[in-house]
């Protein structure tokens, strides 16, 4: 894993106020405009994936045009350029970037005391940039194991 880059993804995920796990940025062909200037009207709600996780790799590595982010992995997705490039086996990038009973958020739900509804899913838009950014770190340091 290349726990270096997501530390510096777990940084700018706590500096920005652009950050929720349940909203996925609108892609080409929707009028993108700079991931650090996106209003609410652009989001598009319940995606089901923690895709901001992976998007936030791939701004930090490729610069904000989504165009970019797959760069010279020629074949791959945003998803999947993200996972390539933090080192991730499929099964890691699932619990990291999907909203599933098997992910890394649905693991810490008790702990930050995410309401967690009747199929037993954390409330993802209840984590917060600092929360998301404790556990990109302790995921990082092995401390929550992916």
């Known amino acids: 894993m290349n726990a270096d880059l997501l530390n510096q993804v777990a940084d700018l995920i706590e500096r920005t106020d652009r950050f929720n796990l349940s909203y996925l940025v609108r ?36 610069g904000e045009d989504p165009d970019r982010w797959v760069g010279d992995l020629d074949g791959e997705d945003g998803l999947a350029a993200a996972r390539v490039r933090l080192g991730l086996s499929i099964g890691q990038a699932d619990r990291l970037f999907y909203a599933n009973e098997n992910s890394v958020w649905n693991s810490q739900a008790e702990r930050f005391d995410w309401v967690v509804d009747y199929d037993g899913l954390a409330d993802w838009s209840e984590i917060t940039a600092a929360q998301a950014a404790t556990v990109l770190r302790e995921v990082a340091s092995g401390v929550i194991d992916l």
């Open 27 to 62: 892609g080409p062909g929707d009028g993108r405009r700079s991931v650090f200037s996106l209003r609410a009207s652009e989001l598009l709600h319940n995606c089901q994936t923690t895709a901001c996780v992976a998007g936030w790799v791939n701004v930090l590595v490729a």
